[in-house]
């Protein structure tokens, strides 16, 4: 090191850069604004040139090669000067050009000792001292006695090597920039940054290859700076961003990992000694994250979103104005582990809890596969098997490409099995559509959309930059469809797409007695239950066959479930509901095996169905949720069936819980005669069935007695807040929305400041706070609830939702708050069926809505109700044939006979 006195008249900053073994730019000190610039350089002294890349822009511009030791020069500056702070002086300025000429020196030790950075790169051979004049100063001087000892020496430029000696091979074009990436591997390269565009954009060379590179910061994005007409636009914060890259980065030692080609340039992790560069801009609110490149990342994708959010929370710099869109979620709800019961798409599923609930979920960030055009025009063309048909039914599972493939993977790994769920956001209610709580399921560690995406049976939303509403793993992801992307798997591929030709046999006899011989011959046939109608009736697919089938459990009699045919609606009968739910969680979408035995008229199969080796049919009788039928004597099963249901009497399950052996039969001749007993009653409450609340006038001054004495009770000794623990049946007292204190019983509890509560007078139901809610003072408990159930008799709500809601809207208009006289009709179970008649004038109320055009009329069997049937039946038509409210399209009846979903 030459070391040396200053002069007296320096000027003081930073070495920004270096830009060859005589010339480097320095950063003054800064007075507001981005710091002033300067090149200098060095006095007296000539460095070798480096090599240039032909510029485009230039006419006749061509690439030239390093002179010998120019690289080594400009090394020896730079790491010597870049983002040091010298001394600095200008002798002189070049009339014409402008260019500065001085000296720049190096404090260094204790005592800051300076050293002459011209004289300490002559004094290595790597530059050469200019020698003329008439009379050399002493500064000429010593840089000549420097220079002659690095002759003498040998040193540098001096060695005296061949003429290749310390010249680079430059690669200023890379012909394949995919495979280029592809031959890294991934690994990190050493490299020089040479130049930094934007925040997030930078040139390096990569050592000690020498290819020149344009590295774009993979998975960020900084504000960038515009071209407008001939002037640059900088976007807020893109000079910042710019600064605070150049300042870390500029030719300095670094590692850069290339990831990813973007046209010709590269998508690469920059690294410096103290970390991730983008990760830094992130942290200062300078940039934010880019789905598009973020999974090409090789590690530490979680860390780029993890300083995205901080910034975000803390409002810095280009989030100054952010806010989040995200819905809150409770934490109780936020985890928890449940049974997969039904695969309802490709990205949907039904759960069953730990404690008994179902809930619908989907999961998060993922879209199931499309119908695509190719799909469209193949089944225009008619390229199925079966001819084609102007108005086909779209199946979306298997006629959308890789649908039956996506649902079959979840079916195969998840049906039964239990999983553990995060929730990661809840969609809103939007446009007709219902709100989603969007998920990430996960089994054995594995998270299943991640599957699913890795196997190209899904993709990847992508979602607007400001939107939070997605996956916990979202980068993971797009990782996961890059890769099937790259693999040309499922809907990625290129090649024709999986065609499924499923013959459809429901509803159609013809063709389902086309495969009765098959199936019959078949002995056990492998199935999958695509859907369950009731405990006995199940709509199976045959992989061997490919087909789908209606399939009725032979050997039993099933407890019904409310239908529509042609003699009118149907109620369910007891514990129909049960079977279902039973047949479900046992058979739905689980493959089993099915012994075909007949058909019926409408084309069902009749049969055997296993599942795991247990006989449906026996499973249902043993439950107490199923008869044994006549036809089970023929049958190999007919002993089993017997004995499971002999058990089933034993213990009074189900449908056998009020049999007795029959001692003597006595038939009785059913009353022609309709009965009439009218209450005075006030409705309270009404719902959603065509039932309603209502009070016994005869019983008010009684009741508001007992309601005076509960509430001076509670006002002597009111509820402390908190005090009482509500359990979903607890009776208790609740304060309403009036103030006034009324008797109840817990619904649900949600948590400590949302219990739904029934209130027992009166039959509404309404959400309090633990301060609203407080134990039943004794003595009240033994008084009968005042509210009494009742259901309009003779009377149907018509299916269509729109003409569903107008019709329980005008119910509450007409009956709400309103005194009537009440008549049992019928009853069902212990629910009792109602006629209304206004005390004066006696009207119908229910017939004045039928002859409204606001329900339907209800065809029943009972002789002594036969009058007032064919009252309603009449009072319908005239409302047909004026067109009123659900008949103003004209007649909205039909042969309702429904299977599965869709009208046959």
């Known amino acids: 090191m030459a070391a040396t006195q200053p002069p007296q008249n320096l000027m003081r900053g930073i070495v920004k850069q270096v830009l060859s073994g005589d010339a480097v730019i320095i950063r003054g000190q800064p007075k507001g604004g981005p710091p002033p610039e300067r090149q200098i350089c060095l006095s007296n002294v000539t460095a070798p040139k480096l090599a240039r890349k032909a510029n485009p822009n230039i006419e006749n511009s061509v690439e030239t090669k390093d002179e010998p030791y120019a690289w080594e020069a400009r090394e020896y500056l730079r790491k010597k000067l870049v983002g040091k702070e010298v001394n600095f002086t200008v002798e002189y300025t070049a009339p014409g050009s402008g260019r500065a000429y001085g000296c720049i020196y190096l404090p260094s030790g204790k005592d800051q000792v300076s050293e002459n950075v011209t004289e300490s790169i002559v004094a290595e051979g790597l530059v050469e001292v200019r020698r003329g004049g008439i009379k050399p100063s002493d500064d000429q001087n010593q840089l000549n006695l420097l220079e002659d000892t690095a002759k003498a020496a040998k040193k540098g430029k ?105 046209n010709q340039n590269y998508l690469g992790s920059v690294i410096h000694p103290k970390g991730n560069i983008a990760e830094f801009l992130l942290a200062e609110g300078l940039a934010r994250c880019v789905d598009w490149s973020i999974a090409t990342v090789t590690h530490g994708a979680e860390n780029l979103r993890a300083a995205e959010k901080k910034a975000k929370e803390k409002q810095l710099r280009i989030w100054k104005d952010y806010k989040s869109n995200a819905v809150p979620i409770n934490a109780e709800e936020k985890t928890y ?38 799909a469209k025009d193949s089944k225009e063309n008619g390229k199925d098997d079966e001819p084609a048909k102007p108005e086909r039914r779209v199946r ?78 979202y980068d993971a992801l ?141 499973a249902l009788v ?54 009439t007993n009218y209450k005075l009653i006030v409705v309270t409450e009404t719902g959603n069935e065509l039932d309603f609340y209502a009070q016994l006038v005869e019983s008010g001054k009684q009741f508001e007695k007992f309601m005076e004495q509960l509430r001076a009770e509670i006002a002597a000794a009111p509820p402390l807040p908190g005090a009482f623990t509500p359990k979903k049946g607890d009776v208790c007292v609740a304060k309403f929305v009036d103030g006034e204190w009324y008797r109840a019983r817990v619904q649900k509890v949600y948590n400590k400041d949302k219990i739904l509560v029934f209130f027992l007078d009166y039959g509404n139901s309404d959400v309090v706070t633990a301060a609203n809610i407080g134990a039943m003072p ?37 009956i709400l708050n309103n005194t009537f006289l009440c008549n049992t009709e019928y009853r069902v179970g212990t629910t009792e069926y109602v006629t209304l008649l206004t005390p004066e004038p006696e009207d119908d109320v229910g017939k004045a809505l039928v002859s409204e055009g606001f329900l339907l009329a209800e065809q029943r069997r009972e002789k002594r109700l036969q009058k007032m049937v064919a009252e309603y039946a009449q009072a319908q038509q005239s409302a047909l044939k004026a067109h009123l409210n659900l008949w103003r399209y004209g007649d909205i009846t039909e042969d309702d006979a429904r299977e599965f979903g869709y009208q046959a």
């Open 158 to 262: 001096w060695a005296g090597s061949s003429s290749g000696a310390g010249v680079r091979d430059v690669k200023w074009v890379i012909e394949n920039p995919r495979n280029f990436v592809d031959s890294l591997h991934g690994k990190e390269q050493d490299a020089v940054i040479e130049h930094v565009r934007d925040g997030c954009t930078v040139r390096a060379f990569l050592i000690p290859s020498f290819h020149h590179v344009t590295v774009m910061l993979s998975g960020v994005k900084c504000p960038m700076f515009r071209r407008d007409g001939d002037s640059e636009v900088a976007e807020p914060f893109a000079s910042e961003a710019k600064y605070f890259t150049e300042s870390r980065l500029l030719q300095r030692d670094v590692k850069i990992i290339l990831e990813g080609v973007s």
């Open 337 to 374: 582990t449940g049974k997969v019961v039904e695969v309802i798409n490709a990205d949907a599923l039904l759960l069953k809890t730990t404690s008994g609930e179902y809930r619908k979920v989907t999961l998060s960030s993922i879209r199931p596969p499309r119908l695509t055009q190719q």
């Open 396 to 473: 979306p599972l298997y006629d959308v490409p890789y649908m039956f493939e996506a649902r079959e993977f979840l079916r195969k790994k998840l049906i039964g099995k239990k999983v553990n769920v995060s929730v990661d956001y809840i969609k809103p209610a939007n446009e007709g559509y219902p709100e989603k709580t969007c998920v990430t399921v996960t089994i054995g560690g594995i998270n299943v959309a991640e599957a699913l995406v890795s196997k190209g049976l899904c993709s990847v939303i992508r979602y607007r930059q400001d939107d939070d509403q997605r996956s916990a793993h």
């Open 478 to 618: 797009l990782t996961a469809e890059t890769r099937a992307i790259k693999n040309s798997k499922g809907i990625h591929s290129k090649k024709e797409y999986p065609i499924h030709r499923i013959a459809d046999t429901s509803g159609e006899p013809q063709k389902a007695k086309q495969f009765l011989p098959f199936l019959q011959r078949a002995g056990r046939s492998n199935a999958i239950v695509e859907f369950v109608a009731s405990g006995s009736r199940v709509r199976l697919f045959l992989p061997k066959e490919t087909c789908l089938i209606t399939f009725l459990l032979a050997g039993i009699t099933c407890p019904k479930m409310a239908r529509t045919g042609p003699g009118g609606p149907t109620e369910s009968e007891p514990y129909s509901e049960e079977a279902l739910q039973y047949t479900k969680e046992l058979v739905l979408q689980r493959e089993v095996e099915v012994e075909v035995e007949s058909i019926d008229k409408a084309g069902n199969f009749i049969g055997w169905l296993f599942v795991e080796g247990v006989n449906l049919s026996v």
């Open 622 to 675: 043993e439950q107490g949720l199923s008869k044994m039928h006549f036809t089970a004597e023929r049958s190999s099963y007919a002993r089993a069936i017997q004995a499971a249901e002999e058990k089933a009497k034993e213990a009074k399950l189900k449908v056998w819980e009020k049999f007795e052996e029959p001692k003597t039969l006595v038939v009785v001749e059913e009353t022609a005669e309709r009965k």
């Open 778 to 814: 004794p003595g009240y408990h033994t008084q009968q609830p005042q509210a009494h159930h009742f259901y309009l008799a003779c009377v149907m709500l018509p299916k269509d939702e729109e003409f569903k809601q107008d019709a329980l809207e005008a119910v509450k208009r007409n």
